[in-house]
């Protein structure tokens, strides 16, 4: 149960960071505007490549998370899993720092949260 738990919540963190690619990588200067109210409208066309560049290490963090969920050794699996959520807790605290706190509760406490339940499946 916990473990299914822990893959759900690895899954959904994955599908975030998906979700972030697409916007800043192909949507920015569209749908991106509605996410992002705080940035001023004028800047979404100077800044389109520098978000796709964000998008693009979005993309990275989901492709680590995915291919954690299709690692067939249990051992490997929990480590590769917990690399890839500590680097999106680690962005998602810093975001919070620099831009915004809502950054941690959107990206960054998903993956404590799947941490601490693959934590919790580890020594259990």
Not at 41 to 70: C, H, R, V
Not at 83 to 105: P, R
């Amino acid at each position: 149960m916990i473990l299914l738990l822990s893959k759900i919540l690895i899954g959904i963190v994955a599908l975030l960071h998906l979700y972030f690619l697409w916007l800043e990588m192909f949507a920015w200067t569209t749908k991106a505007k509605k996410v992002f109210r705080n940035f001023h409208e004028d800047l979404f066309e100077p800044t389109k490549t520098m978000a796709a560049n964000q998008g693009l290490y979005n993309g990275f963090l989901a492709a680590g998370l995915i291919w954690s969920l299709l690692i067939q050794d249990s051992i490997w699996q929990v480590y590769v899993a917990l690399f890839f959520l500590s680097c999106v807790v680690i962005a998602g605290s810093y975001g919070a720092f620099t831009v915004s706190k809502k950054i941690f509760m959107v990206q960054g406490l998903p993956a404590m949260l799947g941490i601490i339940i693959l934590l919790i499946h580890q020594f259990l």
